[in-house]
Every structure is written in C-alpha cells, then in structure tokens.
C-alpha cells in the first residue's frame, strides 16, 4: 500500500544532505550542539524533543526519541507525561485562542 | 507477553540449547562476524591480560524467571555446583593471589555451598562479591543471609533495571520491584550502601527492551535521587549493563521481531574502545561442574576455552590461563557496544 510516511525513510534523513551539503552541515552541527548536555540533561532534551515530536506529529521524530528516551534512562510513565504535557499545551492554546474569539464576537454583538 | 515463570528448558523450547544460539547468532543476518570487527580495529585475536576476577557461577537454580535472564535460571532448574566443586575452586584460588571473587548464578545463596565459598574466599583474603537478585534476601529459609554477608564484609551486587515499578515487574517478575525494596532496605538498615560502613552495595540496571543502556553516570544520578525521595534507599554506585542477545533475551528479540534491529544497533555501536578493556581478558569463569569459561556468557553457551589451556578448575594454572587466548562469537557485540558493558558496568 502506497503511503507518504515509510519507516525505514528516517535512515535516509542525510539524503537531504545531498540537496545542500553547506546548509545540512549547519543544521547537523547546530542540532548537535542543541542535544549536547548543558544547563538540561541528555534525558531532559530527549523528554522535550519527544513532546515535541508529538505537537508537531512527526512520526520519524516520535519512533526517535521513543528510543532514545528509553536510552537515556526514562521510563514510560515520564514518557506519557511528556506527551501530556505536549497535549496540555496545544489543546491550552487552542482554547487560549478563544479569548480572541470571544473578543471579535464582543466587538461585532451588541 | 507477560513473563514466563518457567525456564526455556522446562518449556522444552529449542532455544534451551546453546549449539541453536549459536548457530542462531552466528548464521549472519547481514552483520559482519565479530572476528572481523575485531580485526579492523587491530585487536583480533583477543589475549587475556591476567585473572583479576575469578568468578564462580554455581548453578542455575532461581527463584525468579527474569525475561532477560541469560542463565535461563529458574525454580525448576536443577544444575548445581557440588561441594567437591566448590572446594576445588578454594583449592585454585589458594594456589593464586587473584584478588576478587565474584560469585553469581542463578541466585547464588541458593547453593549448598555457597557460605562456604565466602568464608573460604575470605579466609584466604580475598575480596568477595555476591550478584544477589535481592528477593532472594527475603525467603524466609535465608532470613540470616543479609547478617552474614554483612559479617564477611561480602560487596553486594543487586540487579534493579528500573525505578519505575512497572518496568522492573515487566523484566523481573510481577512484584519484584516491590521484595527488591524491600530487601534493599533491609542491607540499608545493616549499613550496606551507608558512608563509612566498610559495606558495599551497587546496584545493576539492564535496559527493560530491545535497546541500549543510558550512560552510567546520568542513571546513577536518576536512581540516587529517586530512590532516596521515593523509598528512602542508599547504595554505592550504580552500574548499568547491556542486555546480552542469548538465552531468554534472545527468545525475547525472536518473539518481539526486535532480534535484527538489536543486532544492527549493537554492530553499529561497536566501539573499540570498549573491546579494548572487555571483562573477559581480566577474568576467568568457573561453571556449577568446574568447567573454565572465558566469561559468564561464553559458559551459557558453552563455548569452552581454547586448545592449550586447562579446561576445569581440577587442573587451574594461572600463569598459562591469565595469557589464553580469548573465544568470541557475534554475542560478543553486545559487550562491545557504546560506553562498553562488563559485569562492573561500563568498560570505557
Ligand atoms: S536474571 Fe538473575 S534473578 Fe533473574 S532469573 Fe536470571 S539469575 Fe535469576
Ligand atoms: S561475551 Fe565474553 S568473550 Fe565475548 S567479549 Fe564479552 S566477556 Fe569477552
């Protein structure tokens, strides 16, 4: 069956590499830096990247950080927080977003 | 799948033989045979560089059936270490100055002999390690056991893959995690894994899956603080250790379809490094029927020690065993992957 997603599409991630070898060696090199250990931890980095992953719904990025979550050290009741947290935020901002609504409608009723 | 409470060989599963992994690991896939690996990084053949750890393994008697149990131990195993054994081992380590004896099995307290080996390993001292699964501290048949390996200044080894109850029930047992509390408070209160007690206690994480550990240093961080908040427990040092693809893990991989994603992942992390300074070239293993192995792996698949060299603890020579050569297969990957793994966690 024919479909846009393929699993095994994420090992050929560098190929984007091949488009622009000058812009895929900036964006690896940032990427890098950004997943190093600093003021967070390698674990706390791949908890966020896996919230992320699923506010953005990219599903290379969930199958990714699932593992490397695990291999970090979380476990899969912090990993369902992660994803909590990533729902609570976007369903957060959707209904955020009602203020505004509520302001456009106050501004045409009367 | 929940865990199995019988070992493969009381299923009568084909995988209870060590010649079908073998043969299972080393029939290619695609993955470059160890040897090989070895080889490009300049350290084919491997040689051993003396006997640091002389480690016993006493048998394949359990009382749990952890899924990743390379031992295939269990309740309804029945090899175990015989006292003319176990004084043979005493009578090979006086003829040496090896400093440590680790003693594993199955669990190893569950062997007649097992007092004995410590007092014996003490007498002549040397410094003795105990790899204790922790439930078997609360069987009311051992209630004197913690008291006596706190008597003999024994170092405790105890296997804990996870913080988290429900991964530590999935790879061990259901309620494991709970009788490992337990038991770890228990060591806690005989001063185990306290400052200044003179009493050693580490602790063991597997990974609960088809992936590689996290690096020691963060975990050891993680469980010290969870630990301590969730249950108030203290211990030493943590040492985290890769799942070995042999035995039951290896019957995990087949069933989960994760065997050649595991594989891939552990050639792909070879490190050489980390082949460098493998466990095997400092220790030597001594199964429940004397027999010499390389390591505790090589003797689960019973891959025994290579010509020239006494093949059972009878006829120990130290001087000619310390400068064997080493036998490896591709579950050798698993050793040799990332930060490394040994029976003292990393090896990098
Ligand atoms: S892993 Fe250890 S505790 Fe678990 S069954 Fe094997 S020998 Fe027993
Ligand atoms: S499995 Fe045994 S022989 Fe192979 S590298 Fe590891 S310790 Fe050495």
Redesign the pocket.
């Known amino acids: 069956m024919d479909t846009y997603y393929h699993p095994k599409d994420l090992a050929h991630f560098a190929d984007l590499g091949k488009g622009n070898p000058a812009l895929w060696e900036k964006f690896q090199a940032y990427y890098g830096a950004v997943f190093a250990p600093g003021a967070l931890t390698e674990r706390e980095k791949s908890l966020i990247a896996l919230a992320v992953a699923h506010a953005v719904q990219c599903p290379y990025c969930i199958d990714a950080y699932t593992q490397a979550s695990l291999e970090k050290g979380s476990n899969i009741e912090e990993m369902t927080e992660a994803v909590h947290v990533a729902c609570a935020i976007r369903g957060g901002a959707s209904l955020v977003h009602g203020v505004q609504m509520r302001n456009a409608a106050t501004k045409i009723s009367m | 799948m929940p865990v199995q409470t019988r070992s493969l060989k009381a299923r009568g599963e084909a995988l209870s033989s060590a010649a079908e992994q073998v043969r299972l690991l080393q029939s290619g896939g695609g993955f470059p045979r ?1 040897e090989e690996t070895l080889a490009r990084a300049s350290l084919d053949p ?1 040689g051993a560089t003396g006997i640091a750890v002389f480690q016993i393994n006493v048998g394949k008697l359990c009382n749990q059936t952890c899924r990743h149990c390379h031992v295939d131990a269990g309740p309804d195993r029945t090899e175990s270490m015989s006292r003319e054994t176990a004084e043979m081992c005493m009578a090979a380590l006086a003829r040496s100055d090896i400093p440590t004896v680790d003693i594993t099995g199955g669990a190893p307290e569950l062997n007649p002999s097992f007092r004995y080996l410590v007092v014996e390993s003490r007498r002549l001292g040397r410094h003795v390690m105990d790899r204790c699964n922790l439930s078997v501290l609360l069987l009311p048949a051992q209630a004197d056991l913690a008291a006596f390996l706190a008597g003999h200044a024994v170092e405790i080894v105890a296997s804990l893959p996870s913080v988290a109850p429900s991964q530590t029930d999935a790879q061990r047992g259901a309620g494991v995690f709970g009788k490992s509390i337990a038991a770890l408070r228990v060591l806690n209160d005989l001063g185990y894994g306290r400052e200044g007690s003179g009493l050693v206690l580490n602790l063991v994480t597997n990974p609960v899956g088809a992936f590689l550990p996290p690096s020691q240093e963060s975990q050891e961080e993680h469980f010290r603080s969870r630990l301590a908040r969730d249950h108030g427990v203290v211990f030493n040092r943590l040492y985290t250790i890769t799942n ?1 693809p042999i035995s039951r893990f290896l019957e995990f991989l087949l069933e989960s379809g994760n065997y050649e994603g595991y594989m891939r992942r552990l050639v792909d992390a070879f490190n050489p490094a980390a ?1 460098r300074s ?4 400092s ?1 030597l293993s001594v199964g429940w029927d004397g027999r010499l192995y ?5 003797q689960m698949l019973e ?1 025994a020690l290579g010509p020239g060299v006494p093949a059972h603890v009878r006829d120990f020579d130290p001087a000619s065993l310390g400068a064997r050569r ?4 591709n ?2 990957y ?3 992957a990332g930060a490394g ?2 029976c003292g966690g990393t090896t990098t």
């Open positions: 160890f491997l070995m082949a493998v466990m095997c070239r220790m390389d390591c505790d792996f090589n891959l080493i036998v490896t297969g579950h050798c698993g050793c040799t793994s040994s």
